[in-house]
């Protein structure tokens, strides 16, 4: 009965690879968030969908490229990776509107 | 630019006495929510409050607003060793929710 279940939990691969996250949510929310959180701790909003539309695009290398079928899911893709990529990337859904968002326990991303 | 600033970074207590946490901002919000995220797992939603508000509680929480400063702080009351984690605050505007840096709280058996 996990509300944001984002898969896998663990990435581990080579720089210059093509990786994908995928995230679920069984909330009804309308709207969905990628997030990235630093080494320390620092969390960033990456992109948000709002019913498979993106309303959300910080400034994010052209290498990241998310995806949403239907609202109750959101990829994200990532082009040849590079080190500065490590990190934990975080889901999370609401409904529209600055409200209270549930976050998926994370992908940690580790780029060797 | 980040919005929300805590302080302090790191705050280490004894099981049972109250943690006080602050965060400042610096732009116009609609609200200021407080989240918990225990060590490897996701960020939980622990408290919001509106910017026509000046305190709410919920349980051993007390969050207050002061806009004309704009900052707010988050109390734990009789804090427990399962309150160990980190904690942000986040300013909500224009559909988008800005992180601050997180505080460390650390409570002592």
């Known amino acids: 009965d996990t509300a944001v279940s984002q898969t896998p939990k663990y990435l581990v691969t080579q720089m210059g690879n093509d990786k994908s996250i995928k995230c679920e949510q069984n909330?009804?929310?309308?709207?969905m968030y990628w997030y990235k959180q630093d080494s320390k701790k620092f969390l960033k909003i990456m992109f948000s969908?709002?019913?498979?539309?993106?309303?959300i695009n910080e400034t994010v290398p052209n290498r990241f490229s998310p995806k949403s079928p239907d609202k109750a899911h959101l990829n994200l893709h990532i082009n040849s990776l590079e080190l500065g990529d490590s990190a934990v990337y975080f889901c999370?859904?609401?409904?529209?509107?600055?409200?209270?968002?549930?976050f998926g326990d994370g992908t940690r991303l580790s780029i060797l | 630019s980040q919005q929300g600033e805590e302080d302090p970074q790191a705050l280490s207590i004894q099981e049972g006495e109250n943690a006080t946490m602050n965060c400042s901002y610096k732009?116009?919000?609609?609200?200021l929510q407080w989240y918990r995220q225990n060590s490897g797992r996701g960020l939980v939603h622990l408290i919001l409050?509106?910017?026509?508000?000046r305190e709410k509680h919920s349980g051993r929480l007390r969050v207050t607003l002061d806009t004309s400063k704009k900052s707010s702080s988050l109390l734990i009351t009789a804090s427990r060793a399962a309150d160990t984690a980190s904690y942000f605050c986040?300013?909500?505007?224009?559909?988008?929710?800005?992180f601050g840096k997180g505080i460390t709280l650390s409570v002592r058996p």
């Open positions: 999370a859904s609401s409904f529209k509107g600055s409200q209270p968002q549930h």
């Open positions: 909330l009804g929310h309308d709207t």
């Open positions: 969908y709002n019913n498979k539309e993106l309303i």
């Open positions: 732009t116009s919000i609609n609200n």
């Open positions: 409050i509106r910017s026509n508000e």
């Open positions: 986040a300013t909500g505007a224009n559909s988008k929710l800005t």
